[in-house]
């Protein structure tokens, strides 16, 4: 049947905001944490008031009988951290310089995992997303293997995306 198997994990694009897909070879980073506030009865275990969120899998744990209130609940992603091989295109550096510079606004990062046909068939939005850290090649003389640039991005959340149409080319079927 159709849409069983499971898409290869090897086969995606990024699109940084530039309407361009970019090739990567590593993105990592595409994760949500649920987090939840206490109420005024309940301590977190080994609490010490640095924080007043707590993960909700520990909260979970020791409150099972009820879930918290939606306004007591927020999520939480890390960074968004991508890789590739170093070439002639300056997309990131020039991005993280712009920022640096001031003249560049936060944007939305795209990443779509893309079927055997290289046809995007999930995706996931981040968003106003910034450049945080910008990390360019290990130059080793004795070992050989290919030089690699990565980019670590804050974003401000992580949504799934459902409507892939503006990432298919045109002619081609999505189905």
Not at 109 to 137: F, I, M, N, Q
Not at 148 to 171: I, N, P, Y
Request: net charge negative.
């Amino acid at each position: 049947m159709p849409g069983d198997d499971p898409y290869p994990g090897h086969r995606f694009e990024v699109d940084i905001g530039t309407e361009t897909r970019l090739g990567f070879t590593a993105v990592r980073g595409l994760s949500v944490r649920v987090e939840v506030a206490p109420d005024e009865t309940e301590s977190a275990p080994g609490d010490t008031d640095d924080s007043p969120w707590w993960d909700f899998g520990d909260w979970f744990d020791q409150y099972r009988e009820s879930l918290p209130a939606t306004e007591r609940r927020r999520t939480q992603s890390p960074n968004l951290h991508l890789r590739r091989g170093v070439g002639d295109d300056t997309t990131l550096w020039d991005w993280v310089q712009e920022w640096v510079a001031g003249t560049a606004k936060p944007r939305t990062v795209h990443v779509l995992l893309c079927d055997g046909a290289g046809r995007p068939v999930r995706g996931w939005r981040c968003l106003s997303a910034t450049p945080v850290e910008w990390t360019g090649p290990e130059l080793v003389a004795d070992r050989s293997g290919v030089a690699t640039e990565e980019l670590e991005l804050a974003h401000e959340g992580l949504e799934a995306v459902s409507d892939l149409s503006a990432w298919v080319e045109e002619g081609e079927d999505q189905e």
